[in-house]
């Protein structure tokens, strides 16, 4: 074979590897409907919304209702089966419409990156001498991609932590 016919062969296979790694990056279809519950975990970090307890928001007869109890100091919000499009993203819009907390993001080229949520931004340096940031599990599994392309199923867990980065 000669070389400039390798060369063409190589350039291809990596042009459509790049193109497979793409579409897996992007996700499944996310404009599907699903409901899946959701929990907040912000530990110390100063919350604006029943801080230092755990708060469970659940859907009664179409009215969101919540439990507040008290958690050593540490904020958790947990949203029972909350119904959005089939990503991670949108489930976080709807948890802050139904608590009123804002969320923040930075359009990256892979997709959306959540950089604050109720107001604690990542690698603030008043909070852990600004060591943590925002990143989410789903189903107990670290998530590898952007929140707004990473495809969730019905009755899925989605969990999102203020931590420490676990890829440092």
Known sequence: MKKSTTIAVAA????????????????????????????IEMYDAPASIHPGNRTVWTNESGTWKYVTEANNGNTVWVFKNITSRSNCYDQLLVAANIAGFTVTTDNQTLGLLVTAI????????KISDGQRAWQYLVDDVYANRASNVYSIDEGSSVEWRYMINQFG
């Open 118 to 125: 109720d107001d604690i931004s990542n690698n603030d340096p």
């Open 12 to 39: 291809i296979i990596v042009i459509m590897m790049g193109a497979l790694l793409f579409i897996y990056l992007q996700g499944g279809d996310t404009d599907e409907v699903v409901t899946a519950d959701l929990t």
